[in-house]
């Protein structure tokens, strides 16, 4: 569909009704056993697979592109060492040696100076302020925070899962892939994958780039303002290296489609084709705030794999620019009519 197609720029148009019990609040039972929507973005037509069954709609030659970030356990229960009162403390990312942003509550009992015992012989000290709940952290008093995170740190489940982390999500809240620590939120859509199934997609001749975007809170970050232009994304950051610049090329070149995995993963693609003012894609690496929103020129998605995403979201919009708003809202409703499941750890779908 062309980039240019008139859609509604109204929060209260990316809404629609989301039971809390369509939730996903556990991952299916294996990492293939999700469901998959397909939408076809010419026709319309809406089919429902299971998620192996993607593969009959990919060929030889095509791109798939995943985002290998890692989910840090970003989740630490603390105490504040002048009073034993409990803080949580949820870093978010670091920002030099020994320093973090990170949000601690109650935000009522904590100052610039106050110590917190984090385990482990980890202590940090409250810096300062940094506005909309965050603060900055000085983890260099005892052990290294970054060494401890396994032991200290919990899966920083989103606020949508009402449950606590259990072991099982330190492996199924991770993709398969995952190389590079830095995000505080999975790239979901690509939970679905395992190696098999990876290696079973190369061996039909579909390539795989693999690019880096760190996913941070502004992920759940609402939309506040009925105007969707007037929000502004939180600063993730993200790298697309010469070899995916050459893979995409190549791609092209034999008449593939570049299949991006999630939004993140298309964030990523679409920021570097746009890096510094670039219009076509190239290597870049930086701190992105890339708001994809209809209507939205797409210079290097050609498909997506996803999941379902919240309503009045900046996901929500993504898919909506991808694939247009009725279109989405018509297979949304559809997916909720037939008992998908939702959000991270729900169902999948394909937009073709």
Known sequence: MPAS????????????PLPKERIAQHPAASREGSRLLVVH???????????????????PGDLLSLNETRVIPARLSGEKMETGANLEVFVLRKVGEGKWEALVKPQRRVRSGVEINLGEGVRARVER??????FLLDTTLGESLEAALDVVGQVPLP???????????RNRYQTVFATQPGAVAAPTAALHFTEAHLESLSAKGIGVAKVV???????FRPITNSDVTRHTMEAEYFEVG?????EVRDCRERGGRV????????????SAARWNGAEMLGPARGWTEQYIYPPFEFRVVDALVTNFHQPRSTLLLLVSAFAGRALIMNAYHEALERDYRFLSYGDAMLIL
């Open 5 to 16: 197609r008139l859609e509604s720029l109204r929060l209260e148009d990316y809404d629609y």
């Open 41 to 59: 973005r010419t026709s319309g037509q809406i089919e429902h697979r299971h998620f192996p069954g993607l593969d009959s709609y990919l060929r």
């Open 129 to 134: 302020w940094l506005g909309h709940g965050k």
């Open 159 to 169: 606020p949508y899962i009402r449950r606590d982390p259990v072991p099982e999500d």
């Open 213 to 219: 975007l760190h996913t941070g809170l502004g992920t």
């Open 242 to 246: 010469a070899s995916v610049v050459d």
């Open 259 to 270: 299949v991006a995995v999630g939004t993140t993963t298309t964030r990523a693609l679409e």
